[in-house]
């Protein structure tokens, strides 16, 4: 197995001008969310305290006020990349992009407006925490409700909580940068623009659901992840393998804590990703150094890995 992967310590919007035209087998990437703090501006250590006091990171702002400008200022941060993507994406090449549910369509546009074409909706599925909430504080609060109307009232909204279900599903979307001539010509000139259909998590034909438990970041042979989004190895290594052949290059411009870095080495990928914060720059290269010194150690580690995951 060769370890070809470069990480630059900046930030993606800059390096990706770095990047030749059509050099780029797949992208994979999980952008910042516009959500909660989720953004362009990101603060590790504000993010981290707040979820430390509410247990979650939120998917809605504060007390459930829709901020209609989330989802345009995601939008307005992703459309200049998106066109980077499809600049420096092979013609056929698949971007795979991770998203939020209700902002999800800020993402599919992005990628559309930029010349993409959009395949199909992609779901990591998974058990989620419940994030919705009871109006009995908010009842309780208000002076305008006598103690005896206050009772009633909360046990007529019994049961009925905030508009929040249950997140089981982390959308993505599957775009495709447009082929030259057809799926055969593009295939013999790029190498790209074919769903590998092996490649299968459960024995079926492989779907737009991906059950992967969030748990299964707890078997995986890492360092302490220090990161607050970071997604399973087991779950990239899925998108890695359906959408790429050995040997191809995978870009991650938000390589965070370097989980898709991991998934594409570990399949005889190459690598290449921007991380514009220090801190994960080094939790990444520090995980591919374990991953490193493993191999080196036990030749057959890869093949237990994957067979526990």
């Known amino acids: 197995m060769s370890f070809d992967y470069k990480i630059?310590?900046?930030?993606?919007?800059?390096?990706?001008?770095?990047?030749?035209?059509?050099?780029?087998?797949?992208?994979?990437?999980?952008?910042?969310?516009?959500?909660?703090?989720?953004?362009?501006?990101?603060?590790?250590?504000?993010?981290?305290?707040?979820?430390?006091?509410?247990g979650v990171i939120g998917g809605l702002p504060v007390g459930m006020k829709f901020d209609v400008q989330q989802g345009r200022n995601l939008q307005?941060?992703?459309?200049?990349?998106?066109?980077?993507?499809?600049?420096?994406?092979?013609?056929?090449?698949?971007?795979?992009?991770?998203?939020?549910?209700?902002l999800y369509h800020r993402v599919a546009l992005s990628l559309e407006n930029a010349g993409f074409e959009i395949r199909d909706m992609m779901g990591w599925k998974y058990e989620g925490q419940a994030k919705a909430f009871s109006m009995d504080h908010f009842v309780m609060k208000n002076?305008?409700?006598?103690e005896v109307e206050k009772v009633k009232l909360i046990n007529d909204m019994k049961?009925?909580?905030?508009?929040?279900?249950k997140?089981?599903?982390?959308?993505?979307?599957?775009?495709?940068?447009?082929k030259e001539g057809t799926f055969v010509d593009n295939w013999i000139?790029?190498?790209?623009?074919?769903?590998?259909?092996?490649?299968?998590?459960?024995?079926?034909?492989?779907?737009?659901?991906?059950?992967?438990?969030?748990?299964?970041?707890?078997?995986?042979?890492?360092?302490?992840i220090d990161h607050?989004?970071?997604?399973?190895?087991?779950?990239?290594?899925?998108?890695?393998?359906?959408?790429t052949k050995e040997g191809q290059l995978v870009l991650d411009p938000f390589t965070g804590s370097g989980s898709h870095a991991i998934a594409a080495l570990e399949n005889n990928r190459r690598f290449i990703g921007f991380e514009i914060e220090a801190d994960y720059c080094k939790i990444s290269k520090e995980r591919i150094d374990d991953i490193?010194?493993?191999q080196n150690r036990n030749p057959d580690f890869f093949v237990s890995l994957m067979r526990c995951i």
Request: proline letters at 7%; a positive charge.
């Open 292 to 294: 490193i010194s493993e």
């Open 228 to 243: 607050m989004t970071v997604k399973p190895v087991a779950l990239i290594s899925h998108l890695v393998k359906l959408f």
């Open 143 to 146: 002076d305008k409700f006598s």
């Open 167 to 178: 997140p089981q599903i982390e959308p993505m979307v599957l775009a495709q940068k447009p």
């Open 76 to 102: 307005k941060f992703l459309e200049p990349i998106a066109l980077e993507f499809i600049r420096v994406l092979k013609p056929g090449g698949f971007c795979v992009v991770f998203s939020q549910a209700r």
């Open 8 to 54: 630059y310590n900046m930030d993606c919007r800059e390096g990706l001008k770095i990047l030749a035209d059509n050099s780029v087998d797949c992208i994979i990437t999980d952008p910042p969310y516009f959500i909660d703090g989720m953004d362009d501006k990101w603060n590790d250590k504000k993010l981290k305290n707040k979820a430390s006091k509410s």
């Open 159 to 165: 049961g009925w909580k905030t508009p929040q279900l």
């Open 189 to 224: 000139k790029y190498n790209v623009g074919l769903v590998n259909t092996k490649q299968s998590l459960d024995g079926m034909f492989p779907g737009n659901i991906i059950e992967i438990s969030k748990q299964s970041r707890l078997k995986e042979r890492t360092s302490k």
